[in-house]
C-alpha cells in the first residue's frame, strides 16, 4: 500500500549565516529530529544559497555518495585528490568521499557579468561499500532535459549509463523540467523521495506541490505528476533502506 508523507517547504530546518542560506530536508549539522534523519538511502537534501564571493571552506568528508544540482548561478569544487570544476544549472556533479576526502564549494563570482547568488541543491547517500578510492564525475546534462522527460542523471544502476556513476546500486536521482501542463509518471520502487526544486505541480493523490516541498512515498503504485507552472524537479530513486 503506497503511504504519502508530504514535507512543506517552510516546515524545513533552517541556517542562515549572512552568506549562506540553507533549508535542510533531514536532520543536518545543529539540527536533529530523531524522526527525521533519512528517508530510504538519502541522508541529506540541503536546499542552498551562497553569496558572490563566499562558501564552504575546505572541509571533510568520508563515505558518502555527494551529489549537486545546481539551479542557478555556478559553483566551484576543488578536493585534495586534485579535482576541480564549474557547476551550472543542467550539470550533474559527484563525489565519491570514500576513504576520505577534503574539499571546497564557492560562489563563482567570474561566472558573470554581475555576480548573483548560486542556488544548489546537495544530496548525500550511503555508497555500498566504505574505504573506497575518492573520486569525482561531472556531466551535462542539458541536452537531455526536454520539457516533460524524467531524466537519470546520477545513478549506480548499469542500466543508467547516460548518468554519472555513484557507488550505491539501489539509487537513481532523476531530473525533469517540465511547463504548464506537462504531466510525466513517476517510476514504481519501494521508496521515492520527490523534491520540487522549483515552480509548482499537482501529484496524484498527493495534491498540489509549491517550490521546496517534498514528497516521500514508500512502495508507490505508478503516479502522475503535472506541472502548473515552469518546474524543476528531483526525484530519488530507491529500491533498499538503510538498516
Not at 534523519?37 to 575546505?58: M, Q, R
Not at 579535482?83 to 570514500?98: C, E
Request: proline fraction near 7%.
Amino acid at each position: 500500500m503506497t503511504t504519502y508523507d508530504v514535507r512543506r517547504a517552510a516546515d524545513r530546518f533552517h541556517t542562515e549565516a549572512g552568506w549562506l542560506d540553507s533549508h535542510h530536508s533531514f536532520s543536518f549539522s545543529r539540527h536533529y529530529d530523531p524522526a527525521n534523519t533519512h528517508f530510504g538511502l538519502l541522508l541529506v537534501s540541503n536546499d542552498d544559497i551562497v553569496a558572490p564571493g563566499t562558501g564552504f571552506d575546505t572541509h571533510p568528508h568520508r563515505d558518502m555518495e555527494i551529489v549537486t544540482w545546481v539551479l542557478s548561478g555556478s559553483l566551484v569544487h576543488q578536493d585534495s585528490e586534485g579535482h576541480n570544476g564549474v557547476i551550472h544549472p543542467g550539470l550533474a556533479q559527484r563525489m565519491s568521499a570514500g576513504r576520505g576526502i577534503l574539499h571546497s564549494e564557492k560562489n563563482d563570482i567570474h561566472a558573470a557579468a554581475t555576480p548573483e547568488p548560486v542556488r544548489f541543491v546537495q544530496m548525500w547517500v550511503l555508497p555500498d561499500e566504505t574505504g573506497i578510492t575518492p573520486g569525482y564525475e561531472q556531466r551535462d546534462v542539458s541536452a537531455d532535459l526536454t520539457p516533460g522527460t524524467l531524466v537519470p542523471v546520477a545513478s549506480g544502476n548499469p542500466a543508467h549509463d547516460s548518468a554519472i556513476r555513484i557507488h550505491q546500486k539501489d539509487a537513481t536521482l532523476h531530473a525533469a523540467r517540465l511547463t504548464p501542463g506537462d504531466t510525466l509518471t513517476l517510476p514504481s520502487a519501494p521508496y521515492l523521495h520527490l523534491f520540487l526544486a522549483q515552480g509548482s505541480a499537482t501529484l496524484e493523490d498527493a495534491g498540489p506541490l509549491a517550490e521546496g516541498d517534498a514528497v516521500r512515498l514508500t512502495a508507490p503504485t505508478p503516479l502522475r505528476l503535472t506541472a502548473t507552472t515552469n518546474t524543476e524537479l528531483l526525484l530519488w530513486e530507491m529500491h533498499s533502506a538503510l538498516r
